[in-house]
Structure formats: structure tokens, C-alpha cells
């Protein structure tokens, strides 16, 4: 029997309520159906949980690598599926068992009490911070159930059900469904077909009542319809051009820094229900503020943790508004021990500029930063802020002949690009 699929939600749920009269239950598909995600691949989540071992493992003197983690997670969890395939119908895996015995061998003697669920919290927390309802599917779901439909998720991954309860309970939409059933908790997956009479039994379904949804048209499509159970598949076109952007972006951000803020502003965009009408200046504002903040959070966070920094400082008047930017990211990139106390600082930047150099004296950094609003020039201007006398250095500049009020400025269209070379900027 073909499988029938549909380009668009609208379609498929169309087709539906056809026969939906003849329906009592209705199952979906977890991820890439009733959630998607606003990265291209769930694999990426597995590299900020490896640098959070590695990092860990580092700070208790073991050395090793977020690269190293990374391949002996993989590792032990191919070893679990290799194992769970010769007595099961499924080659699955289980997270609550695979990843205790890949910290165990990290760290050993010295692995931190209850570490585990520290891990599996954090990892839980980026993997729902990327997860989005299709909003077309939770509005026919809320429909579904005032219908006295019985609705159930089901979903072929690692993760037992207890974690995906998390996520629909942190979307508010528990009370919509009967049960979530995974495949790591009976090694029985869609993919073979043996997880559809488990949760016949289990649930006392009648099969041919039963319609299912997914998006994968072998273990959402061909695999249920060969048990008796009606299936729709959906092949949405426009989201798979979204996650090939998305893919695109990703691999660019490696290379240059202009590409990491563009990977940044498409993992921003507001998808599904959160694409919603907005003020004029709220869009404008996002489209033009909203990746340059997010990526200075990102580059904030970066240099906290390389820095091994615990308190920052943000000062007035801009700095209010990114305090309040970094509260808001900060949970998403730190466990919420490691996250530094960040505290406003109601004084000028101009007021810190004196002491920032007042151990480490004036360098290249900091006559760049200096130049940086259009009305800096010279270096008569670099001294102006840093509270510095200018006839000073006027030996010096002379040296490279150069004078104090000659324009350094790149962003002055008289700025002279061997002036800038010969101060070494």
C-alpha cells in the first residue's frame, strides 16, 4: 500500500479530518514532525556537552579533549546498540545507561557525585532550548482532544520518555497527551515496527482506529500501514529548505567571523507560532540589533569560561540593556553554578578607560577600541580618553613620522592607511 505524504501540514491534516470521524486514537512522531528544531542536526547538541565534560574533567587534572569525549560517547553508545540489536528487533540505545559508563570511564576515581544528572540536565537544557511545536500540529491536537481523541507521542531515539516528558511539559502541553513512548525504554522502535503492537497491548488499542503521523515514510509510513494502522507521512519542502540554510550557515561560521553572526541571526529567527505580529521598530530592532547582541553574549560567554572569569561588569548607560541581554543567555550557556555574577556598574566607560590601562599600559587593542565612534580621529583623541598628554608621545610618533594630530581613523574618509601602518594598527 503507498504511503500517502503530504507537501504542507495543511494538506496532510486536511486529509485527516476526512475520516477523522472514523478515528479514536491519533499518535505522532516526536522530532522533525510534532517538534523541530532550529538546528539542521541534533548531533551539534552533543559538542557543548562534550566541552562541558572535557572542561569538568580538565578542572579535577584529567586531561582530555571535548574531541576525545565526543568520540568515546559515541563509542560506548555504538557499543549499547551493537549489544541491544543481538537480543532485540532494534539496534537502540539507551541514555540513562550509555552515558554514566562513558563518564565513569572519563573521569574514574575522580567522577563528582551525582554527575550524571548534572550532565543529563544540562544536555536536556540545550536540547529543549532548540525544540519548536509545529503550531499547525499543537492547534489540531488541542482540537483532537476536545473531540475525545486519545493522543499519544512516539518517537524512535536515545532519550528514555521521562526526558521528552520534559519537553512537552516546558511547552505546556502535557495534558494533551495519553503517554510518550520512546524506544530506548523497550529497545522495540517504529523503524522495525515492533514498537506499534507493544503500544497496541500496552494501551489496549483497536489498530484499525488508530492513525498515526510521522515523517519518515518507512517507521512513520510503511510500518505502521503494514500492521493495519492508517499513517500520513509529512515531506514538508519548505522546512527542509529552512534546516539547508541552516546546514549552510553552520559549516560558513567555522571559516569567518561575519558568518558566525549570520549562523547566529538564522538560529534566531522566530519560527512557527513565535513568527507572530510585532511593533515596527520591535522588527527592525531584531533584524538589525538582535544577532550583533546575541553574538556578543556568545563571545562574552566564550571569554568568561577561557578567562575562568566570575564576575562582570556592565557599565552605564548601554550596559543596563546587556546586563539584561546576559541574564537571559547566560542559563543557556552555563549550568546555573558556573554562571558568573554579573553586576551594573553605573559609570562611564571613559570613567574605566584610565584605569584599564593603568597596569598594563596603552596597547594596539585599546587605540583600536578608542577609534572606533566616527568622531576619534587622531591620536590626540586616543589620549583625550585614556587621560593621557599627548605632547608626550609627540618624540615618539616623530619616530614614524608621524604628528599627534594626524588622522588615524579608519572610519575618517581622509584616514591615511600608512599612517595606520606606521602606528601599527
Not at 528487533?89 to 552515558?99: G, I, L, Q, T, V
Request: charged share 25%; with cysteine.
Amino acid at each position: 500500500m503507498e504511503v500517502q505524504t503530504y507537501k504542507s501540514l495543511e494538506q496532510l491534516i486536511e486529509a485527516a479530518e476526512a475520516f477523522i470521524g472514523d478515528i479514536d486514537v491519533i499518535s505522532f512522531d516526536v522530532f522533525d514532525t510534532f517538534f523541530i528544531r532550529r538546528i539542521e542536526d541534533p548531533n551539534i547538541i552533543k559538542i557543548p556537552v562534550s566541552r562541558f565534560i572535557a572542561e569538568k574533567a580538565n578542572s579535577l587534572g584529567i586531561s582530555i579533549s571535548w574531541m576525545e569525549v565526543s568520540t568515546l560517547r559515541d563509542q560506548i553508545e555504538n557499543q549499547q546498540r551493537q549489544t541491544n540489536g543481538h537480543a532485540n528487533p532494534d539496534y537502540e540505545a539507551n541514555y540513562d545507561e550509555f552515558m554514566p559508563e562513558m563518564l565513569r570511564q572519563v573521569f574514574a576515581d575522580k567522577l563528582p557525585e551525582n554527575y550524571f544528572e548534572v550532565v543529563a540536565d544540562f544536555e536536556v537544557q540545550l536540547e529543549n532550548a532548540v525544540l519548536v511545536a509545529r503550531e499547525k500540529l499543537v492547534d489540531w491536537v488541542k482540537s483532537l482532544t476536545q473531540r475525545g481523541k486519545r493522543l499519544f507521542l512516539i518517537s524512535d531515539i536515545y532519550l528514555p520518555a521521562h526526558y521528552i516528558e520534559r519537553f512537552i511539559a516546558d511547552k505546556n502541553l502535557t495534558q494533551y497527551f495519553e503517554a510518550i513512548i520512546s524506544s530506548a525504554d523497550s529497545f522495540n522502535a517504529k523503524a522495525s515496527g515492533t514498537a506499534y503492537p507493544l503500544i497496541e497491548e500496552r494501551f489496549n488499542l483497536e489498530r484499525g482506529r488508530w492513525l498515526h503521523v510521522g515523517d519518515n515514510p518507512i517507521s512513520d509510513g510503511t510500518r505502521p500501514q503494514e500492521f493495519g494502522i492508517r499513517a500520513l507521512v509529512i515531506d514538508d519542502a519548505a522546512e527542509r529548505q529552512r534546516k539547508a540554510l541552516a546546514k549552510k550557515y553552520n559549516h560558513y561560521s567555522a571559516h569567518t567571523t561575519f558568518w558566525k553572526g549570520r549562523n547566529l541571526q538564522q538560529l534566531m529567527l522566530p519560527l512557527e507560532a513565535e513568527n507572530c505580529e510585532h511593533d515596527e521598530l520591535f522588527v527592525q530592532g531584531f533584524n538589525q540589533f538582535g544577532f550583533l547582541f546575541g553574538y556578543f553574549m556568545q563571545r562574552l560567554a566564550e571569554q568568561c569560561k577561557a578567562l575562568n572569569l566570575r564576575r562582570i561588569y556592565f557599565c552605564s548607560r548601554e550596559g543596563w540593556m546587556l546586563q539584561k541581554c546576559w541574564e537571559l543567555f547566560a542559563p543557556w550557556y552555563f549550568t546555573q553554578s558556573e554562571i558568573p555574577e554579573s553586576k551594573y556598574l553605573y559609570v562611564s566607560r571613559i570613567a574605566l578607560a584610565r584605569a584599564m590601562i593603568g597596569n598594563t599600559g596603552l596597547s594596539q587593542r585599546e587605540v583600536e577600541v578608542a577609534l572606533l565612534p566616527a568622531g576619534n580621529e587622531s591620536f590626540i583623541d586616543v589620549c583625550r580618553i585614556f587621560g593621557l598628554n599627548a605632547d608626550d608621545f609627540k618624540p615618539y610618533l616623530e619616530r614614524k613620522g608621524l604628528t599627534v594630530d594626524e588622522v588615524i581613523s579608519q572610519a575618517d574618509k581622509g584616514s591615511s592607511d600608512t599612517s595606520r601602518r606606521k602606528l601599527g594598527l
